[in-house]
């Protein structure tokens, strides 16, 4: 056989070998669009109360919906809320008050018949596990206390909640000097834990999650606006179907008993709104 017989077949092997390689590659492109076509991906705020239960209701979420990826992004309401007034591109939106809500449904970024309040918490006085015992808020005010932790008013609603109970009982003035804020419920939590403060005023469900601080107190319900935790799907959802379901889960009976066994109440208030 001569030079040139050889390389007929030579050349018929290589031009199949790249036909192969070709025709592999678009099959390989095609299930890669069909895949990413499938799959979908929410990115939600939430106030950091609900990290603990958001994160196990994600598990059976997904587990049920194999294609669906969320993504949480934990912090205090106000300044998540914040983040989506400036564009960030969030889907569902979580809050531990409804003053970040309201400011987001003033700004038509809401969309308003996915608003629903859906759980509720309560305000406890706690200290380090070996901490001062504390009978009353008045107490406070003691020279043995020297370190109070809230979180900031102005952006974090548990601070908030305790500035408004800590003024009606006439309180508010006199710790002031005394008080280390946290830039969110979790922060104040670690300061008592570690005690670099004396007591500190978190919500019941933190509080109870931890085994590092006492509870000594929990604030009537008539010393503050009531703590209620309503979620929203955002006007600028990329996947506002998606979302609209995720929100429907959220407020059904499977992800209810995941808020419960974490110290929640459910809202008395489920209905959407405008």
Same mark, same amino acid.
């Given at each position: ?90 889907? +569902?939106?979580?809050? @531990? *008050?409804? !003053? ?10 809401? =969309?308003?018949?996915? %608003? ?98 006492? +509870?000594?107190?929990? @604030? *009537?319900? !008539? ?10 799907? =955002?006007?600028?959802? %990329? ?36």
């Amino acid at each position: 056989m001569n030079l040139k017989s050889r390389r007929i077949p030579n050349l018929i092997f290589a031009v199949a070998f790249l036909l192969a390689l070709l025709i592999s590659w678009n099959l390989f492109k095609n299930f890669s669009s069909v895949d990413t076509l499938q799959r979908t991906s929410l990115n939600v705020s939430a106030a950091i109360s609900l990290s603990k239960a958001l994160g196990e209701i994600k598990t059976v979420y997904q587990s049920s919906n194999p294609n669906f990826t969320i993504t949480y992004n934990f912090g205090a309401s106000g300044a998540l809320e914040q983040q989506i007034q400036q564009g960030a591109p969030i889907d +569902v939106f979580f809050s @531990a *008050a409804t !003053n970040p809500m309201d400011a987001l449904q003033q700004s038509n970024l809401l =969309i308003n018949d996915t %608003r629903r309040n859906l759980l509720t918490n309560r305000l406890v006085l706690i200290t380090p596990k070996n901490g001062v015992a504390l009978s009353d808020f008045k107490q406070l005010t003691d020279a043995r206390i020297k370190k109070i932790a809230i979180g900031e008013p102005k952006s974090v609603p548990v601070g908030q909640y305790a500035q408004e109970m800590l003024n009606k009982l006439g309180l508010w003035g006199q710790i002031q000097p005394k008080l280390v804020l946290g830039n969110n419920v979790r922060q104040v939590l670690t300061f008592v834990e570690s005690g670099n403060v004396d007591a500190g005023i978190v919500y019941a469900t933190d509080a109870t999650a931890s085994d590092k601080v006492t +509870v000594w107190l929990t @604030a *009537a319900e !008539n010393l503050h606006s009531p703590i209620v935790y309503p979620l929203a799907v =955002i006007r600028n959802s %990329r996947n506002q179907a998606d979302a609209k379901a995720f929100v429907d889960f959220l407020g059904g009976d499977r992800a209810k008993i995941v808020f419960q066994k974490y110290g929640f109440g459910m809202a008395h208030q489920l209905v959407s709104y405008n």
